[in-house]
């Protein structure tokens, strides 16, 4: 633990939020990595330090767009960092009304400068989960509806539901097109391919497992994974940081 303005702070706070999952570190460095969903760094110090594209972008907060290469510098220095499920409305809005194209955004924002500097202070799950849904609220601007045609909308509601196994031939099969329909169309619509958002989505599932009280390798096997290793390593090439540490385990 760290002590800060003489309040001890746990080395990570994670928490799950309907459409993202958030994480305060007191040490954030992650490898070069991207994934389908967008990524919103901020270090708690408001000089926030990305690697993309071969070189350093830094600014108070940096939104980092899906499949972006990038890796995160800031080593030995406490940060927040939001994923969010970019096929969501609020990612998807964030998508089109922020990032516009692009494959980052450096963001500055008062308001937001002061909710994660009051999370040094106050680094609860509470606090972590409150802050983050203003901050998600605040860069998401105008509700914008997904152009998704109805068998991609139907599929992205069965990947939500927690019984949902996470395969394409179901999902194929419970929309009522062959695998390879459903994954051409996917792609097609969201500009994602299904394969890389169902391995996410389903890791992101044995984070609310781990969450939940199970263990890594439990949680493994329940989301489709093989073992402790094969989610080990999924989740450091996802996310650019060991999933212990991730997971504060």
Do not use: W
Request: some cysteine.
């Amino acid at each position: 633990m760290l002590e800060l303005n003489g309040c001890e702070l746990l080395d990570n706070v994670i928490c799950l939020g309907g459409s993202f999952i958030a994480s305060v570190s007191d040490s954030f460095v992650a490898s070069p990595h991207k994934h389908p969903v967008i990524e919103i760094y901020c270090a708690c110090d408001a000089n926030s330090r990305v690697q993309s594209d071969g070189s350093i972008v830094q600014g108070q907060m940096i939104v980092i767009g899906h499949d972006a290469l990038h890796a995160i510098r800031d080593n030995g220095k406490r940060g927040l960092v939001i994923f969010v499920d970019t096929l969501s409305e609020c990612g998807y809005a964030i998508k089109e009304n922020l990032l516009k194209g692009d494959r980052y955004c450096v963001v500055s924002n008062d308001e937001i400068k002061a909710k994660v500097s009051a999370l040094c202070s106050e680094p609860c799950e509470a606090s972590v989960l409150a802050a983050c849904g203003e901050i998600i609220e605040t860069l998401r601007g105008k509700h914008i509806d997904r152009p998704f045609c109805e068998a991609v909308m139907q599929a992205l509601e069965l990947i939500c539901d927690e019984n949902e196994d996470f395969t394409m031939q179901s999902l194929a099969d419970k929309v009522h097109l062959s695998k390879s329909r459903l994954a051409h169309l996917f792609s097609q619509h969201t500009g994602i391919t299904l394969k890389s958002y169902l391995q996410f989505k389903r890791l992101e599932k044995a984070f609310r497992l781990v969450v939940k009280g199970s263990n890594i390798t439990d949680a493994a096997y329940d989301t489709g994974f093989s073992g402790s290793a094969h989610i080990s390593s999924s989740g450091r090439k996802l996310t650019g940081m060991q999933l212990r540490k991730l997971l504060n385990l």
